[in-house]
């Protein structure tokens, strides 16, 4: 069993920044393929960012790329998530999830522990 609890969530201006993080517990933390997922009112939760076990591979979706930067610390068991330049459009409640897996993992469905999520609201 993972458990994962995100925090660093809050009301930033656009062009603001905020850094989340994601607390896991378990020993075998760094096995784990992580991800940071979103989910705005009335949409479906997407993928942000992912990141494979070592930290040596990750992806960003298109709307974030070159704004994010996704991380790992594999001592700490812990991920953050860097959000730079935010939008309006990027706020959504922001979940933590993750797989045991040593690659990347693109699909929702395919994570097996989720975090309850951090809210970011970005003003205009």
């Known amino acids: 069993q993972v458990q994962l609890v995100e925090s660093g969530g809050g009301l930033v201006q656009a062009g603001g920044s905020l850094r989340l993080s994601c607390a896991a517990s378990g020993r075998t933390f760094s096995r784990y393929a992580l991800a940071w997922f979103r989910q705005a009112p009335g949409k479906e939760r997407e993928l942000v960012a992912a990141i494979n076990w070592s930290g040596g591979s990750t992806y960003y979706a298109d709307s974030v790329k070159g704004r994010f930067t996704i991380s790992r610390d594999n001592a700490k068991n812990t991920v953050y998530l860097q959000m730079n330049s935010l939008k309006p459009e990027d706020t959504a409640i922001y979940y933590c999830?993750?797989?045991?897996?040593?690659?990347?993992?693109?699909?929702?469905?395919?994570?097996?522990?989720w975090g309850r999520g951090t809210q970011v609201t970005v003003s205009s």
């Open positions: 999830a993750a797989k045991s897996s040593l690659g990347l993992v693109f699909t929702k469905r395919d994570y097996d522990y």
